[in-house]
Nanobody
Framework: QVQLVESGGGSVQPGGSLRLSCAAS????????MAWYRQAPGKPRVRVAQ???????TYAASVKGRFTISRDNAKNMVHLQMNSLKPDDTALYYC????????????WGQGTQVTVSS
């Protein structure tokens, strides 16, 4: 069982940047894919960025060109670089992954808060 812990959130002005980190207690290679999700108050949780074990990336249309997901297998970490932030990006951000063992998502952690406002 691999635990994931998010960090790096904060408050920024529109147009600013943040880099989120997801630290895994074990090898991230135990996941067939890793992803970042976000949930704004009163709205459903949505996936914004995905990284497969093979290195392919996909992004939600709302963040394409602004967000970049990356990984460091040696450090068992996944990152989300967020640039040109908008107020609509305000949400609680989570990382999670589909496990090799059972093809299911792991448990949700506490997430890290991102707030974009003037």
């Amino acid at each position: 069982q691999v635990q994931l812990v998010e960090s790096g959130g904060g408050s920024v002005q529109p147009g600013g940047s943040l880099r989120l980190s997801c630290a895994a207690s074990g090898s991230i290679l135990s996941f067939t894919e890793m992803a970042w999700y976000r949930q704004a108050p009163g709205k459903p949780r949505v996936r914004v960025a995905q990284l497969t074990r093979g290195g392919a990336t996909t992004y939600a249309a709302s963040v394409k060109g602004r967000f970049t997901i990356s990984r460091d297998n040696a450090k068992n970490m996944v990152h989300l670089q967020m640039n040109s932030l908008k107020p609509d990006d305000t949400a609680l951000y989570y990382c999670n992954g589909v496990r090799n063992s059972d093809h299911a998502l792991g448990p949700w952690g506490q997430g890290t808060q991102v707030t974009v406002s003037s």
